[in-house]
């Protein structure tokens, strides 16, 4: 991927291998059709690239991509890949119990998504962590359980996880509305998205100054390394070497997407426009599982599938109110037969984020990390009601979930 972010902001002159992509403007559809989908391809950092394929000046791709698809609703988000980082990815479901203060999320590290369920005590969570620390990570969330914070909670490994590609065809530019025909959805035969397999084949040698540029794509997936050196006040030839040559030569970037803006990144009253939705299949067969695989693929509001261990499968998706009831329609008619085995959950938007990388987690000397979740943040004893002593959570804690903002700035809470 080395020429999708290679320029240091210069103008390409054309030196660097391109991808064998098709130019885009050999398809008869809108400017922003074909820049949207030469995105997906080749990335955003490399303005000069995206030019070339699409027949666009360099700095009208420029000015596209940092003004224009704001203004139609739209953003570009940047997928890592969790297994060459070493990570082993999990589905964490939890029933919660009140606390004034905080809650076991705020105690929690390595969470990526954290979803709560509308009306109950109920979290969907996704978390990703170094495969070494797989057990000490779940007996952590049993101390969360012993301390009150928890009532009871399931972890399930990942085995694939898959990005689905923005459906431009169903996305009206004109008027920064989707434009769907669920028709047309239902004839689509082939499955898309950027996959990433699990578990993790090895433990890439890391540093700090690749896991920060790691942390600068995902905030700002247009940025290049000259702009990360400067933010970083590092030497702008250690920063390209340690993207091409630790960043890019891993694949730890998986690719780039376009997607809906979060409405929790924005306007707290444009939050309501979107229902996120979380559809958990448990126990499928496996022709079963890769009838409801291709069926929440067609979806164009899926963002995250999940291929989950012994038969489950894990699909999140960001519906428009105003196709909600469409798509909840096309959803029971095609899971009909499976009903049993879906739970359809719709998640709290204020109450909802994706999380970037666990930067704080990464030490200088000894790499990834990971801290015992109460200790962390400090316990204090305190004599129960039967006599005994219970543990008390202190109200101080470094960098919740909340704090450490990826698609979405909210605070996850209780009521």
């Given at each position: 991927m080395s020429e999708f972010y290679s320029n240091d902001g210069e103008v390409d002159d054309g030196s660097t291998n391109s991808p064998s992509v098709e130019p885009a403007e050999n398809i008869p559809r809108s400017t922003e059709y074909l820049l949207v989908e030469t995105i997906r391809r080749v990335g955003v950092s490399n303005y000069s690239l995206i030019a070339r394929l699409t027949g666009l000046n360099s700095e009208t791709v420029r000015y596209k991509v940092n003004r224009q698809l704001s203004r139609m609703g739209l953003g570009v988000k940047v997928s890592l890949d969790y297994s060459n980082l070493g990570f082993s990815m999990s589905v964490l479901d939890v029933r919660a119990r009140y606390h004034p203060n905080r809650t076991w999320a705020d105690y929690c590290s390595y969470l990526t998504f954290v979803?709560?369920?509308?009306?109950?005590?109920?979290?969907?969570?996704?978390?990703?962590?170094?495969?070494?620390?797989?057990?000490?990570?779940?007996?952590?969330?049993?101390?969360?359980?012993?301390?009150?914070?928890?009532?009871?909670?399931?972890?399930?490994?990942v085995m694939w996880a898959r990005n689905p590609p923005f459906r431009s065809e169903f996305y009206d530019f004109d008027h920064s509305r989707w434009n769907i025909d669920w028709e047309r959805v239902d004839t689509a035969e082939k499955e898309m998205g950027l996959t990433t397999l699990f578990p993790c084949k090895e433990d890439p040698k890391i540093d700090s100054i690749d896991v920060k540029i790691i942390l600068s794509l995902q905030e700002d997936p247009t940025i290049n390394p000259a702009k990360i050196a400067k933010q970083l006040g590092a030497n702008p030839r250690t920063i390209r070497y340690h993207y091409l040559e630790h960043?890019?030569?891993?694949?730890?970037?998986?690719?780039?997407?376009?997607?809906?803006?979060?409405?929790?990144?924005?306007?707290?009253?444009?939050?309501?426009?979107?229902?996120?939705?979380?559809?958990?299949?448990?126990?499928?067969?496996?022709?079963?599982?890769?009838?409801?695989?291709?069926?929440?693929?067609?979806?164009?509001?899926?963002?995250?599938?999940?291929?989950?261990?012994?038969?489950?499968?894990?699909?999140?998706?960001?519906?428009?109110?105003?196709?909600?009831?469409?798509?909840?329609?096309?959803?029971?008619?095609?899971?009909?037969?499976?009903?049993?085995?879906?739970?359809?959950?719709?998640?709290?938007?204020?109450?909802?984020?994706?999380?970037?990388?666990?930067?704080?987690?990464?030490?200088?000397?000894?790499?990834?990390?990971?801290?015992?979740?109460?200790?962390?943040?400090?316990?204090?004893?305190?004599?129960?009601?039967?006599?005994?002593?219970?543990?008390?959570?202190?109200?101080?804690?470094?960098?919740?979930?909340?704090?450490?903002?990826?698609?979405?700035?909210?605070?996850?809470?209780?009521?």
């Open positions: 979803g709560k369920v509308m009306g109950s005590d109920r979290y969907l969570c996704i978390y990703a962590l170094p495969h070494r620390f797989k057990k000490k990570y779940t007996d952590e969330l049993t101390s969360l359980q012993t301390s009150g914070l928890i009532e009871q909670f399931e972890s399930t490994d960043v890019v030569k891993a694949k730890l970037i998986l690719g780039n997407n376009v997607r809906r803006v979060d409405p929790t990144s924005g306007d707290q009253q444009q939050q309501g426009n979107v229902m996120k939705v979380a559809l958990s299949f448990k126990e499928l067969q496996q022709e079963e599982a890769n009838a409801m695989q291709k069926i929440c693929n067609k979806i164009p509001f899926t963002w995250l599938e999940l291929k989950v261990a012994n038969g489950g499968y894990l699909a999140l998706l960001e519906i428009p109110v105003q196709h909600f009831q469409d798509t909840v329609q096309y959803i029971e008619g095609k899971t009909e037969p499976l009903q049993k085995k879906l739970d359809f959950l719709i998640l709290d938007s204020f109450k909802t984020q994706s999380l970037n990388i666990p930067y704080e987690m990464f030490d200088l000397e000894r790499g990834w990390r990971l801290m015992p979740f109460l200790r962390k943040h400090g316990t204090e004893r305190e004599e129960g009601s039967d006599g005994g002593e219970k543990k008390v959570l202190q109200e101080s804690a470094p960098l919740s979930p909340g704090q450490r903002q990826g698609q979405g700035s909210m605070v996850v809470s209780q009521e």
